[in-house]
């Protein structure tokens, strides 16, 4: 008889690499914001907690009455999932079925080529280009019948870099209705260029496009988990059929609602982080660092080889950044005095 065992493909999935918590240290790794709950939030958390030995609604309907609400969608075009991340595998899981191909951009998101093979989906990863961009038209030559599924994300992590409305929508227009465009706009909050589109706005007239949000980024919610999709009503369906039935917990729900009331107050916390972010990239061009030009919270650093001895560097001096091997590393903006010391350290990189 043969022995149990787990699938023999687990062996070689992508490992996610979660940024570095050390005691005394900065952590300019996950892209977390620095500041913690508003007090508002706190109080509505406080609250909840009386309530845990109950089960939350697993439907999440309050939450999803109220982002429909402010949306301008239907309630049946809202699915909220365990985060953004978790969303992600549940469109996979929803869309593809094993050999299916589901595409994304590389490098990108690094959760998307496990939650792709955890669904027996096979990955499609199309290059960046030399800006360190999402190739669309490399990704759109790549699309077969095979292809699923296509995760399109905007600003792109770990790059920063971002895609026009002008850009998407022709995108779109261009791939065929037996593919699902996933916009994953985990940080839209920290984008000011006028030119980067809301992406809900292409789920008003196309039903294969799909867009991904989290309460994790610019709501400062990251530890409890609570993100949401809008689709047409039939992917968001086939989204919350395949949920972990309670796995978006009551705190979560109750938070990320207390969150939406506060919006004006977080959203001023995110355009002080933009403008730290301006800060930053400036010192670092003017230190001779190469830096996309970014819309989130957080800039990227093309080092190839040298990405290693970077992070070390920073480790030396209580800096955690997150490192890409061979690639680059992202640097979350914190607080005006963790980014002045994070770029001293930068400096005397390249003393």
């Not at 620095?34 to 958390?45: E, F, Q, T």
């Not at 916009?183 to 991904?212: Q, S, W």
């Not at 560097?313 to 680059?328: N, T």
């Amino acid at each position: 008889m043969p022995s149990l065992a787990p699938r023999p493909d687990l062996d070689s999935l992508p490992k996610y690499v979660p940024g570095r918590t050390i005691q005394g240290a900065i952590k300019l790794a996950s892209n977390e914001v620095p500041g913690g709950p508003l007090p508002s939030v706190r109080a509505a958390i406080t609250d909840a907690m009386a309530d845990v030995n109950r089960y939350p609604d697993a439907g999440s309907l309050a939450l999803r009455q109220r982002l429909a609400a402010d949306l301008d969608v239907t309630v049946d075009q809202v699915a909220i999932g365990c985060g953004s991340v978790a969303l992600c595998q549940q469109l996979v899981q929803a869309v593809c079925g094993p050999g299916d191909e589901a595409m994304y951009a590389w490098r990108s998101f690094e959760a998307y080529p496990i939650v792709v093979q955890v669904a027996h989906a096979e990955s499609v990863k199309v290059p960046l280009t030399s800006g360190h961009g999402l190739d669309l038209d490399a990704m759109l030559a790549a699309i077969t019948d095979r292809t699923k599924l296509v995760f399109v994300c905007n600003p792109n992590n770990p790059t920063g870099t971002v895609l026009t409305r002008d850009e998407i929508a022709r995108f779109i227009d261009a791939v065929p209705s037996h593919v699902l465009v996933v916009l994953d706009e985990a940080y839209k909050e920290f984008v000011t260029d006028a030119d980067v589109p809301d992406g809900i706005e292409f789920t008003r007239t196309h039903d294969n496009v799909a867009v991904l949000r989290t309460f994790s980024k610019a709501y400062g919610l990251a530890g409890l988990r609570v993100g949401y999709a809008v689709a047409s009503p039939a992917i968001a369906e086939a989204l919350r059929q395949v949920c972990v039935t309670f796995s978006v917990n009551a705190i979560a729900q109750v938070a990320a609602m207390a969150s939406l009331d506060a919006a004006d107050e977080l959203l001023e916390r995110c355009r002080e982080i933009v403008v730290e972010r301006e800060r930053v990239r400036t010192a670092l061009l003017e230190m001779g660092y190469e830096i996309p030009p970014t819309q989130a919270n957080f800039v990227w650093f093309p080092l190839g080889e040298r990405t290693v001895a970077f992070a070390e560097h920073m480790l030396d001096r209580k800096l955690i950044v997150r490192p890409f091997a061979g690639d680059g590393a992202r640097v979350t903006i914190g607080t005006p005095e963790e980014n002045d010391q994070f770029l001293a350290a930068a400096r005397e990189y390249l003393a």
